[in-house]
């Protein structure tokens, strides 16, 4: 998984209506982010997370790009994410907070930087089944994916498929 790919599954943890928060346990955090960071995740990284989730929601998701510039240039300062090349390891980006909820707001703060910064930011969707609310990112060549998974996929060909029978 890439870090866009992170912040994407983050992102689809918000309550959205009418579905719940599920963004509950330790676990949840080390399933979706597990990887993107050198710390192991505890309980009390769950409410920084999540407050990092719903402050990247409006400048990922949300069609003002403009104010989705301001929130990360703002989200970066607030964080004070500075570029690092540590021991050998590597270019990577350090947040003043500690832990893992730190760790993981340099990473996903760069993600949703490089999607304005690749011009990906214009090609995030919402998914077009029917009761699904999931964003993505659609990277095809055509850029004409309508749906977030295969699975959401087969799910509207079946339905297609019945109603024709
Ligand atoms: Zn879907």
């Known amino acids: 998984?890439?870090?866009?790919?992170?912040?994407?599954?983050?992102?689809?943890?918000?309550?959205?209506?009418?579905?719940?928060?599920?963004?509950?346990?330790?676990?949840?955090?080390?399933?979706?982010?597990?990887?993107?960071?050198?710390?192991?995740?505890?309980?009390?990284?769950?409410?920084?997370?999540?407050?990092?989730?719903?402050?990247l929601a409006p400048a990922v998701l949300g069609r003002d790009l403009?104010?989705?510039?301001?929130?990360?240039d703002e989200l970066a300062r607030k964080?004070?994410?500075?570029?690092?090349?540590?021991?050998?390891?590597?270019?990577?980006?350090?947040?003043?907070?500690?832990?893992?909820a730190g760790e993981l707001a340099a990473v996903l703060v760069l993600a949703a930087m490089e999607l304005y910064a690749t011009g990906l930011i214009e090609r995030v969707c919402e998914c077009s089944a029917p009761g699904c609310v999931?964003?993505?990112?659609?990277?095809?060549?055509?850029r004409n994916r309508t749906f977030c998974s295969a699975a959401c996929g087969t799910r509207m060909r079946v339905r297609r498929y019945r109603e024709r029978q």
């Open 79 to 100: 964080h004070a994410i500075t570029p690092a090349l540590g021991d050998g390891g590597g270019l990577h980006f350090r947040s003043a907070t500690d832990g893992f």
């Open 1 to 55: 998984m890439t870090s866009i790919d992170v912040l994407m599954a983050l992102l689809d943890t918000r309550a959205v209506d009418p579905w719940p928060e599920l963004l509950y346990e330790v676990g949840d955090l080390k399933r979706i982010a597990g990887h993107s960071a050198r710390s192991h995740p505890t309980i009390s990284d769950l409410r920084p997370v999540r407050r990092l989730r719903d402050e």
């Open 134 to 142: 999931t964003s993505f990112v659609d990277s095809s060549r055509k």
């Open 66 to 72: 403009a104010k989705g510039r301001r929130i990360l």
